[in-house]
Nanobody, 127 residues
Framework: QVHLVESGGGLVQAGGSLRLSCAAS????????MGWFRQAPGKEREFVAATGHITYYADSVKGRSIISRDSTKNTVFLEMLSLKPEDTAVYYCAARILTRQIAPAQIMASSSAYDYWGQGTQVTVSS
């Protein structure tokens, strides 16, 4: 059983940046593909970024977000730059077993492909 805890959310002005962290316990993060999803009020949960053998990004954040991991600390990070009000959401960290093959982007972007979820961290971007 993998336990995920997100942190780093908060209130930031448009154009600012945040770095979200996801600490994993109960497993070795390098054995898992890790993803970030977000859910805004009244909207469905949507994919943001993921890392496995390669990295994946949603078009909405590509070029202004960086996902990385520190395996020594079992932690995955999501650095978000040039934040926009539409980035306001609860951000969730998720994990799934890392397969030998490089997973297709559509798999990594699907919330149903992940087995473990954190409780979420709120990101609010003011205009």
């Amino acid at each position: 059983q993998v336990h995920l805890v997100e942190s780093g959310g908060g209130l930031v002005q448009a154009g600012g940046s945040l770095r979200l962290s996801c600490a994993a316990s109960g497993g070795t993060s390098s054995m898992y593909a890790m993803g970030w999803f977000r859910q805004a009020p009244g909207k469905e949960r949507e994919f943001v970024a993921a890392t496995g053998h390669i990295t994946y990004y949603a078009d909405s954040v590509k070029g202004r977000s960086i996902i990385s991991r520190d395996s020594t600390k079992n932690t995955v990070f999501l650095e978000m730059l040039s934040l926009k009000p539409e980035d306001t959401a609860v951000y969730y960290c998720a994990a799934r077993i890392l397969t030998r093959q490089i997973a297709p982007a559509q798999i990594m972007a699907s919330s149903s492909a992940y087995d473990y979820w954190g409780q979420g961290t709120q990101v609010t971007v003011s205009s």
